[in-house]
């Protein structure tokens, strides 16, 4: 994606308005997911321990941000991509209860992020996770899950347009689910991006499933590891996969957005399989990885909600830096501020 420029956009709010209703969507927005999905705060990390499996590895491809740690004799931490595995493993150390969970404010730096209108080198989301029995690895139950955040996000847009209402709501009453699968047998001729903003574009928010796993055509809609939401297994739909993204349609940038990624986590026979699949049997050995197998983890479900994004998003912006401080290249910053784009 390269930069995006709106014809004739004409931002909502000031600039100084924008800064203090941040604070009112994230402040509303995580009280009422809390509520929703029985979540309690922790503390998260920065940053973990190089090797110890505990970090997200997104795509396979992107380099953490690392340092040697001085009074660990040099070994090396890295900030954190995202904490999809650190949050399983704290359900356990605190022994939370099925149908209970904990979110926190999760913040990354991903230094090779294209910089656009949606990504930034700083990266704040909500974290979240729960835990789950057995009988609720299932897709119904992942449905539900996604219908309730999907209705905070519905109640937080409703809150600003009650604030603002030249801030017209844009979300369908109901997100649509749809398969990866079925995307590429209706379109087969475009690109996995494409396909998602014509879905998004026809039903205005979407959850599409099945992220990660290979489809008919010999490849996958998109990245995803193989150590956490589970992509490979055969749902009750018919096609693979217990995990998906929250997509809706933004009609500023003319494109799907990305709202949050989330699934049910893998279980040790979907580890397994999937650590195969992606040729990484070797992290087995690992220190989460080994107490999953051995069954020492929760079975759960978890997700990671971005903040800036979804900011963006209800407030109509057209660019993450008018609801983020960051960096950006000089010339992505003339272009923006001759559009009245006006960067944090």
């Given amino acids: 994606m390269s930069l995006i420029i709106p014809h004739k956009y004409n931002r909502k709010l000031q600039r100084e308005t924008t800064e203090a209703v941040i604070k009112t969507i994230k402040d509303t927005f995580q009280r009422r997911l809390a509520e ?17 499996g505990l970090n997200d590895d997104l795509n396979g491809v992107e380099r953490p941000v690392t340092f040697p740690v001085k009074d660990l ?18 359900l356990g150390d605190y022994d939370i209860a099925p149908g209970f969970g904990l979110y926190t404010d999760m913040n990354a730096i991903r230094a090779d992020e294209e910089l656009d209108n949606l990504h930034s080198l700083y990266v704040d989301q909500w974290d979240w996770e729960k835990t789950i029995t057995d009988t609720q690895r299932t897709l119904d139950y992942l449905q539900a899950t996604v219908r309730s955040i999907y209705g905070v996000i519905k109640e937080t847009e409703m809150m600003i347009y009650k604030m603002f209402p030249h801030i017209t709501p ?14 590429l047998r209706e379109y087969p001729d475009l690109t996995p991006f494409e396909r998602e903003s014509v879905a998004a574009r026809k039903y205005g928010a979407i959850f599409l499933i099945g992220i990660g796993g290979q489809l008919s055509d010999g490849t996958v809609h998109d990245g995803r590891a193989p150590d956490y939401d589970d992509w490979s297994t055969p749902n009750s739909a018919g096609f693979t996969g217990l995990n998906g993204d929250i997509i809706v349609f933004d009609s500023v940038l003319d494109r799907a957005v990305e709202l949050s990624s989330m699934g049910v986590r893998v ?30 983890l929760p079975q759960s ?7 800036s994004r979804l900011c963006m998003f209800l407030l109509q912006k057209a660019h993450i830096g008018e609801v983020q401080a960051s960096i950006w290249p000089d010339e992505q910053r003339r272009q923006c501020s001759l559009a009245g784009i006006d960067l944090l």
Wanted: charged share 30%; aromatic share 4%.
């Fill in 36 to 52: 929703e999905l029985c979540l309690r705060r922790v503390t998260a990390p920065l940053f973990v321990l190089s090797g110890t």
């Fill in 73 to 90: 004799g040099d070994r090396r931490a890295e900030v954190v991509h995202s904490l999809a595995k650190w949050k399983r493993a704290k």
């Fill in 170 to 183: 844009r979300l369908p009453e109901e997100i649509t689910f749809v398969h990866t699968e079925e995307l």
């Fill in 267 to 296: 279980d040790p026979e979907s580890l397994r399989r999937q650590l195969a699949i992606r040729g990484c049997d070797d992290r087995a050995t690992l220190p989460f990885h080994s107490s999953l197998l051995a069954g020492e």
């Fill in 301 to 307: 479900i978890g997700g990671g909600i971005g903040q």
